[in-house]
Nanobody
């Protein structure tokens, strides 16, 4: 059974940085995808980024890394989301999600593509 545990959220001032971590366990294959989503109060869950476990291919919702960068450390079974220059509108619960099977960038922003989710970690950007 695939399990995902997020950590690293917290309160940060505008312009600050945070690094979220997603510890992944339970995969029997080395070829899967991990995505980061976020959900602000009263809003739909939205994709942020996705990465392939096998070759490191990445997807970003706005088609470029920008302020957020996704990365992986397969030796630690961990996927990271580095967030910089944070803004109040980045405030949300951030979730990591896993999709078993080969990475498909064309589906990476669809919640239906993923079949396991973490519990989420709160990120609050406020002065």
């Amino acid at each position: 059974q695939v399990q995902l545990v997020e950590s690293g959220g917290g309160l940060v001032q505008p312009g600050g940085s945070l690094r979220l971590s997603c510890l992944v366990s339970g995969f029997t294959s080395d070829d899967y995808a991990i995505g980061w989503f976020r959900q602000a109060p009263g809003k739909q869950r939205e994709a942020v980024a996705c990465i392939s476990s096998s070759d490191g291919s990445t997807f970003y919702e706005d088609s470029r890394p920008g302020r957020f960068t996704i990365s992986r450390d397969n030796a630690k079974n961990t996927v990271y989301l580095q967030m910089t220059k944070l803004k109040p509108e980045d405030t949300a619960v951030y979730f990591c999600a896993a999709s078993s099977g080969p990475y498909r960038g064309s589906d990476a922003n669809r919640p239906e593509y993923y079949n396991a989710w973490g519990q989420g970690t709160q990120v609050t950007v406020s002065s």
